[in-house]
């Protein structure tokens, strides 16, 4: 099997189940409990925060554990409307665990802007600018497209809000760029940040948000008031340290760089017919491909029976027609159709990028002689 879909949710390193494992059933304490094992999973749980902290390249700030990216997203919208006449503005091309929020404070009468994307698939600057104002409350930007791989300018966005809207706060939705893209939010001032373990070999329904000022931002659930009182319910101990684990444990830099070659190789093969379209963009984990003359849908099967899986799209909404994301940036219904995303990651081998790569096209040709 070559699993070509690490946007989707990666395997989990066989360490983090050991280190899951001693905080399930040795280090199982309630971190809220007053006797000393507790005490010591508290500290513990606030080590990781500092840990994650100045993995996202920062000294300062809150960190708050939560059951995933969705809830992360969820709780810095929601948790951070207020009443009055704000407006609230996101990219066209956000995950649905935003995309979806947005939609919801628009059928609650919220003012709600989406700002379309940029052929490249980055949010059009020029859009945002015209539609930031002294009224924008909140600007929802996705740093890198599960989609498509685009990479949106964080400082670029950061300079808009400082010049025509220093009251509004940013959240970037980062799953698909922390601990996959270099960067550090030392450079960029973000207000919110969300990252989840599943996207970087760490567990499934695990993740957190960074908050830079928690008077910024109140809880959406309520109840015995863990985490700061912003996300009530005992803390996922053994998750949270096995995603420390993961993330502890990977080294940004040198898996760019391998990926940056994979997606190199496997790009040289497809890219030698010239019905295959790439859109050309900046992570090299993502990778939006089309196959012209053939739908997507087909091809994805055709190679799942050869043991080679791709996406057709963020795994949370396959199940929708169409393409909200490719359609904003311009691409029309027709080669959306045939398009499929491969992500990357850094435990492939050349080996099987370049078998892979090979097996795509051959697939495509033989469903091609069927179709054309
Ligand atoms: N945002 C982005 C960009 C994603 O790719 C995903 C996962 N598909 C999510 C949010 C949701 O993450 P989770 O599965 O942790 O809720």
Avoid at 231 to 236: A, F, K, L, Q, Y
Wanted: glycine share 8%.
């Amino acid at each position: 099997m070559i699993y070509l879909d690490n946007a989707a949710t990666t395997k989990m390193f066989e360490k983090c189940v050991d280190v899951y494992k001693n905080y399930a059933c040795n280090q199982f304490f309630n971190p809220s409990a007053g006797y000393n094992v507790s005490l010591n999973i508290s500290k513990e749980l606030n080590l990781v925060r500092q840990h994650l902290l100045s993995k996202l390249g920062l000294d300062n700030g809150n960190i708050i554990f939560t059951g995933g990216a969705t809830e992360s997203n969820n709780l810095a919208i929601m948790g951070s409307k207020r009443n009055g006449k704000w407006e609230y503005v996101f990219s066209e091309g956000e995950h649905p665990s935003v995309y979806n929020v947005a939609k919801k404070l628009e059928q609650d009468g919220c003012v709600v802007h989406f700002v379309k994307l940029q052929k490249n698939g980055q949010i059009d600057y020029d859009k945002l600018n015209e539609i930031v104002n002294e009224r924008t409350r909140l600007i929802s930007v996705i740093h890198v497209s599960n989609e498509t791989g685009a990479v949106n300018d964080l400082n670029l966005i950061n300079k808009i809000r400082k010049e025509k809207a220093p009251q509004a706060l940013i959240h970037v939705d980062g799953v698909q760029a922390f601990c996959k893209i270099p960067f550090s939010l030392s450079d960029v001032d973000v207000d919110f940040y969300t990252i989840s373990a599943h996207k970087f070999h760490g567990p499934k329904g695990v993740g957190a948000l960074y908050i830079k000022n928690l008077q910024t931002i109140k809880n959406i659930v309520f109840g015995g008031g863990q985490e700061f009182g912003l996300r009530s319910g005992t803390e996922n101990i053994p998750g949270i340290m096995a995603m420390d684990y993961a993330f502890s444990n990977i080294d940004v830099d040198k898996n760019f760089n391998i990926v940056k070659q994979l997606k190199q190789h496997l790009l040289n093969i497809l890219l030698s017919d010239e019905k295959v379209e790439y859109l050309e963009t900046e992570s090299p984990y993502i990778l939006s491909v089309g196959f012209k003359g053939v739908n997507g849908e087909t091809l994805m099967r055709a190679l799942q029976d050869k043991g080679i899986y791709v996406g057709t799209g963020s795994a949370c909404s396959t199940k929708k027609a169409g393409n909200r994301v490719l359609e904003s940036l311009g691409q029309t219904k027709d080669q959306i159709k045939t398009h499929i995303r491969i992500s990357l990651d850094f435990e492939l081998s050349d080996e099987d990028v370049v078998n892979a790569g090979k097996t795509i096209l051959n697939t495509y040709h033989e469903i091609w002689e069927k179709v054309k």
